[in-house]
């Protein structure tokens, strides 16, 4: 009886004995608090003269009536032993008022009361005026004729958008390559199409758009040496250039190459993700043993380009069938990058360097940026090297020197080729790539010094060949678009011509004129800059700064007969807050408060600080005007 009582004053008593201690008056009760709607007859006589305004209020009352006789939602289960301190309740679940994950409800603002604060709308997410569209729950493409406006001449560029089911377009192509994905895509669907119900997204335009995420700037690719998508990878050889390379060489296979840029010509192609058999890709290209005649491009890093210069090797290696890849690589010296250069070195059975064409005589295809139909040519970092790796099988039937006719052949169309990238003060000449060809025997001169292999590597013998793998993509005999991507596009969510866009600029220290030093008059008179004593305008004290921030508004509905046809206002800040805040943040809030004195309601910015920075100032100006925020007179 003794060990009993003593157990007993060890246990700890629960909740409900506490309560039932205690006096009634002091007991504990757990409240439920909802919102009480006031009833509708004290709606008479308000908003007589504005019947929207009296609907808008007859319909929340109606919702909160509603709401009210519901029970909340996520209510947690309720425990005996529970404690005071441990209800893990924030301020409003204890109302009953459960909004998981919706921070906007849980934030503390002073905008009841105010309807003038109401009025503002931010939108934080990305739009495209010119290819946004209303909400259709669906992914759709439509074709449509986008407009720009350059030098004062308005032009239409005709390109496919893929709309995501809220309406929004985060991606644009030409809508050539619309035609050849859905050419490849309804080739491999008539395949196999067991195999593409099991990948396929349910549609063209979802697989589409998932197509397109996997391969944006930045997106995760195992298979890529770098781990992520970049800008470098996606760029391709010029057509004329490949199709110089493809016909000379007889190539029908694309080695390293993506949906987004194969060439139609081809008869096969490889990618470095398995999503992409859904667009007739033949899967990675380092995953089989190659055969035939094929070129490759791969990425200019040196891992990449060692990984595709080892693989054609010993794929060179591994069979006494005719074998030929011709790569497109960095013309890398060996105190840059040793690696692929030394197994070329290593490897001079098996690999003829054709060119090395300077950095001035090639070019390089960049893919098209957003709401552009045409593709941009930029200049590569270094020398060029096309280099020739195969068996003498191979060499015998494909080489560009299997024969002096059609070596001399290959320079004069390669020397066309690249004149139709160029521009006219970097023409090229068949004497320049002539002595390309020179240059790049100069790359193996070391040969000798280098231990030869001549037996491929047991992983490459036993990877299956890629007769099997290889898909034609259907290209050449496309299907035509469904009528639904050329028929009249979805109607526009905005009007582009009634935005009013800004923008702020920011120059760095370094393009700033150095104090103590020589600077024009045009300099010396900006705001904030003085002149020294015995030096009138010429230089800039130490003590104060060149202003160097700057703010535009554009407004295209203001037709005011400048070049452009538009309002175009440049503007700048108060010369005193220079010294002290010329930074980016302050030059976007300018733009922004330019465009609200010239009486725009709908403003387009791509400056998010601001965007927060004014919603602050809109729902908690408590942040703003006690915290010292240093640009809280301009925010107000």
């Not at 000449?429 to 070391?446: F, G, H, I, K, N």
């Not at 600080?609 to 908690?620: C, E, G, N, P, S």
Request: some cysteine; charged content about 20%.
């Amino acid at each position: 009886m003794q060990q009993h009582m003593v157990r007993s004053a060890d246990r700890q008593p629960t909740t409900k004995e506490l309560q039932q201690a205690l006096p009634e008056e002091l007991r504990w009760n757990r409240v439920t608090w909802q919102p009480s709607a006031e009833p509708l007859a004290t709606l008479k006589g308000i908003f007589d003269d504005q019947p929207d305004r009296r609907h808008e209020h007859v319909v929340k009352l109606s919702q909160l009536v509603a709401n009210q006789a519901a029970p909340p939602a996520n209510r947690p289960p309720s425990s005996d032993r529970e404690s005071y301190t441990s209800l893990h309740l924030t301020n409003l679940e204890q109302q009953g008022i459960y909004t998981h994950g919706v921070r906007a409800q849980r934030r503390y603002d002073i905008t009841h009361g105010q309807d003038i604060r109401r009025l503002l709308h931010i939108h934080p997410t990305p739009i495209n005026p010119q290819t946004d569209t209303y909400s259709t729950n669906t992914f759709q493409i439509s074709i449509r004729q986008v407009e720009s406006r350059h030098n004062g001449i308005d032009h239409l560029h005709e390109v496919a958008c893929i709309n995501k089911p809220d309406g929004t377009t985060p991606f644009t192509l030409p809508v050539d390559r619309l035609r050849s994905l859905y050419a490849a895509y309804t080739h491999s669907q008539a395949a196999d199409a067991a195999a593409h119900e099991s990948m396929s997204a349910g549609s063209f335009a979802a697989d589409l758009y998932q197509l397109l995420t996997r391969y944006k700037e930045g997106a995760l690719c195992h298979s890529s040496t770098t781990g992520s998508i970049t800008s470098k990878s996606e760029c391709a050889t010029p057509n004329a250039v490949f199709e110089t390379l493809r016909i000379t060489i007889k190539a029908t296979s694309e080695r390293c190459s993506s949906p987004l840029n194969f060439h139609e010509t081809m008869q096969a192609y490889h990618s470095p993700f398995d999503s992409d058999k859904l667009f007739a890709s033949s899967g990675d290209g380092t995953g089989c043993r190659w055969t035939g005649s094929s070129i490759a491009v791969p990425d200019s890093t040196p891992t990449a380009v060692h990984k595709f210069v080892r693989h054609s090797i010993e794929s060179a290696k591994a069979t006494p069938l005719p074998t030929l890849t011709m790569l497109i690589i960095p013309a890398s010296s060996e105190t840059r990058n040793p690696g692929y250069l030394k197994l070329l070195r290593a490897n001079t059975t098996y690999c003829r360097p054709l060119m090395r064409i300077p950095a001035s005589k090639f070019r390089f295809e960049a893919p098209p940026i957003f709401m552009l139909s045409t593709s941009q040519h930029f200049k590569p970092f270094g020398d060029v090297l096309l280099v020739e790796i195969g068996n003498q099988a191979g060499f015998e039937q494909f080489s560009t020197h299997r024969t002096t006719e059609v070596c001399e052949e290959f320079v004069v169309n390669m020397t066309v080729a690249l004149n139709q990238i160029l521009p006219e003060s970097a023409q090229a000449t068949t004497a320049v790539l002539r002595q390309s060809c020179r240059r790049a025997e100069l790359l193996l001169d070391s040969a000798s010094t280098t231990q030869q292999r001549t037996r491929a590597a047991a992983k490459v013998r036993k990877l299956p060949g890629d007769g099997s793998l290889q898909v034609a993509h259907g290209s050449n005999n496309p299907s035509p678009l469904p009528e639904s991507y050329t028929m009249a596009p979805l109607p526009l969510k905005y009007n582009w011509r009634h935005l009013a866009y800004t923008d702020g600029s920011f120059l760095s220290k370094d393009n700033m004129p150095q104090a103590g030093t020589q600077g024009d008059s045009q300099q010396s008179q900006l705001p904030g800059a003085a002149a020294t004593e015995g030096e009138e305008d010429t230089t800039v004290t130490h003590d104060k700064k060149v202003p160097r921030i700057g703010a535009a508004v554009y407004i295209p509905a203001l037709q005011t007969g400048t070049p452009t046809g538009e309002q175009e206002v440049a503007c700048l800040p108060s010369n005193d807050s220079y010294p002290y805040d010329d930074t980016i943040n302050r030059a976007e809030l300018a733009a922004t408060y330019k465009a609200i004195t010239m009486r725009c309601t709908h403003i387009a910015t791509d400056s998010l600080a601001a965007m927060y920075q004014i919603h602050r100032m809109v729902t908690r100006p408590q942040d703003i005007c006690l915290g010292f925020h240093r640009h809280a007179a301009l925010l107000r």
